[in-house]
């Protein structure tokens, strides 16, 4: 296929052999991502986008209603879980076999339901939205989190399980029963038959009125899909679909200079994705790379606190690197928004670990000042002692 | 990373179909061929189909992903080229529809095209003043109206590879880059286009 216009001729992009040269690398490890959402077929297709469409009004300062996305359903496959991440770093990962619906897109509120199997989302907090969950009788209202609503479908299993891994939210009846709010580590089950239970269904319909929720301070159980949130790879999945998901042959496909290359041209998508894959690939000092450089080159990025927040964690708790995660943490609470509990918490940690009893009194005291109850709070107050 | 020698005695190289037939059965050297032989077209087309030079390497990358997850596809290997035309076009679609709905909610402040960018500063008076008169106004396009017509006025293919590369009938074309000229003499005329 050639050009012969004369316009053309005049808008041609610079092309420099490393320029070339990455993109190749790039198109390699990019195929291998891909192949996941390629084996998982169309489902994802319009209603990605129009779940995309959904959290864009979630991720940012509403302007606008986005009706249109209403009803738009995303599945995984049968032995196919699937992540999507959007724009201010959240992230909605679909076990395998799982179903989710978009109920109501609307400026200041987005609602989601679990049709059926498992959901574990990361949500950014903004507090001009407000992000509610439902799954059989159940609805959670997002405060800012990380959780995860699993329907079981077996006889003999809880129907509907919340599970809160970080932060919190708040978790009531849809035909109004008490709401409780879980922290992290705390689950919630509601026993009741999902098949009887739709929105706006009451005893009237022949469903049994909501028991009282059932807070627990068990470890949250995990998916009945068997999917660990952090790693796409079923422990199920066969040689060779482990093959093509495998982030590690992503990586390899680019090599440790190709990735350097990769980073240094990236947009601040293909930076996370960077960031992605190199984590996943077991890489935490290039994972590490690409967030340093997600948030300098990209600070106006809604993912740049996000890319901020995780390189302080990636610092302190896999490169030994107090003094960098330190920075990285200040930078992420400079920039306020996502995550400022744990960053605060951690950026406590990181002092003590550096030995700087200054810096760390300095942080404990913003944190407690701040989340006087939170979640850190306990382990916060006996840090900084002599 | 060394480029292996792929030539023939007439220094022409192997074709495009034996590079395809050796590429799926998984010769990394062949597949990267294909890749040098055909990266600046790519480059080219999408560059001027999306406009802007930030999200390039993000597209070329998609495109030749797509096209190494599906060359078991294809069904003319000799056809390559035009198959991988019609992939940038694919792709440069779905980018042109996301960036429209990130406009439409008011979160796109640097999807603007900066002809000063796009451009080259050798091009001639006439040419800078066509270029400016359609990139000033194709980003508020709807994309199959915005791809027909660049693909027709900024390329120069004929109705046939553009109904081809997008994937419509001729009849289609026709209709969008009737559809692009009106909106451009509209905004020419500062009359409201249609929407």
């Given at each position: 296929m050639t050009t012969s216009s004369r316009l053309a001729r005049y808008?041609?992009?610079?092309?420099?052999?490393?320029?070339?040269?990455?993109?190749?690398?790039?198109?390699l490890a990019v195929a291998k991502l891909r192949s996941r959402e390629q084996k998982a077929g169309l489902v994802l297709g319009l209603a990605a986008l129009c779940l995309a469409a959904a959290l864009v009004v979630l991720s940012w300062r509403p302007r606008t209603e986005v009706q249109s996305v209403a009803g738009a359903v995303v599945e995984s496959g049968p032995s196919e879980p699937q992540r999507l991440t959007f724009p201010d770093g959240t992230r909605v990962e679909l076990a395998a076999a799982t179903r989710l619906s978009v109920v109501e897109a609307a400026a200041r509120r987005v609602r989601l339901r679990v049709e059926h199997g498992g959901v574990t989302l990361d949500v950014t907090p903004n507090p001009e939205r407000e992000l509610v969950v439902e799954a059989g009788r159940t609805e959670v209202v997002v405060v800012g989190t990380r959780f995860r609503v699993v329907v079981g479908d077996a006889a003999g299993e809880p129907q509907v399980t919340v599970a809160v891994e970080r932060g919190a939210v708040r978790v009531r009846s849809l035909d109004g029963g008490a709401e409780t709010q879980l922290?992290?580590?705390q689950s919630w089950i509601d026993p009741h038959p999902v098949a009887t239970a739709s929105r706006g269904a009451g005893p009237a319909l022949g469903t049994t009125p909501s028991a009282e929720p059932t807070p627990s301070a068990a470890p949250p159980p995990e998916s009945s899909a068997g999917s660990s949130p952090e790693s796409p790879v079923s422990p199920s999945?066969?040689?060779?679909?482990?093959?093509e998901q495998d982030p590690k042959a992503a990586f390899a496909a680019l090599g440790t200079e190709g990735f350097a290359r990769a980073v240094a041209s990236a947009s601040a998508s293909r930076l996370f994705e960077l960031y992605e894959i190199a984590q996943l690939a077991g890489r935490p000092a290039e994972a590490a790379t690409a967030l340093d450089q997600l948030r300098r080159r990209f600070p106006g990025d809604s993912r740049a606190g996000l890319a901020a927040f995780e390189l302080g964690r990636l610092r302190q708790d896999q490169l030994g690197d107090p003094a960098g995660a330190a920075e990285a943490l200040e930078n992420a609470l400079r920039r306020g928004g996502a995550f400022g509990e744990d960053a605060s918490a951690r950026l406590v940690q990181a002092y003590r670990a550096l030995g700087n009893r200054a810096g760390c009194e300095r942080a404990r005291a913003n944190y407690l000042a701040k989340y006087p109850s939170g979640a850190h709070a306990e382990a916060v107050r006996r840090q900084c002692r002599r | 990373m060394a480029i292996p020698v792929v030539q023939t005695r007439s220094g022409a190289g192997p074709s495009d179909a034996a590079l395809v037939v050796a590429a799926r059965a998984r010769e990394r050297w062949a597949q990267e061929a294909l890749f040098r032989r055909h990266a600046a077209m790519v480059n080219g087309l999408a560059f001027r189909l999306v406009g802007r030079d930030a999200d390039l390497d993000d597209l070329v990358q998609d495109c030749f992903a797509e096209a190494w997850r599906s060359l078991g596809r294809l069904?003319?290997?000799?056809?390559?080229?035009?198959?991988?035309?019609?992939?940038?076009?694919?792709?440069a679609h779905k980018l042109i529809r996301r960036r429209r709905l990130l406009a439409r909610l008011g979160f796109c402040a640097q999807c603007a095209i900066d002809l000063d960018e796009l451009v080259s500063p050798t091009a001639p008076a006439d040419v800078r003043a066509e270029l400016a008169s359609i990139y000033g106004v194709v980003e508020t396009w709807p994309a199959g109206i915005r791809l027909a017509f660049l693909l027709r006025r900024v390329e120069g293919l004929d109705l046939e590879e553009v109904a081809t590369l997008t994937g419509t009938s001729v009849a289609t074309v026709k209709r969008r880059i009737a559809d692009g000229e009106r909106r451009i003499l509209a905004a020419t005329r500062g009359t409201k286009e249609p929407s």
């Open positions: 808008v041609t992009p610079n092309l420099s052999e490393d320029r070339v040269m990455t993109q190749w690398a790039g198109s922290a992290a580590g999945a066969g040689p060779e679909r482990s093959r | 069904k003319e290997p000799a056809a390559f080229s035009s198959w991988l035309g019609a992939i940038v076009v694919r792709t």
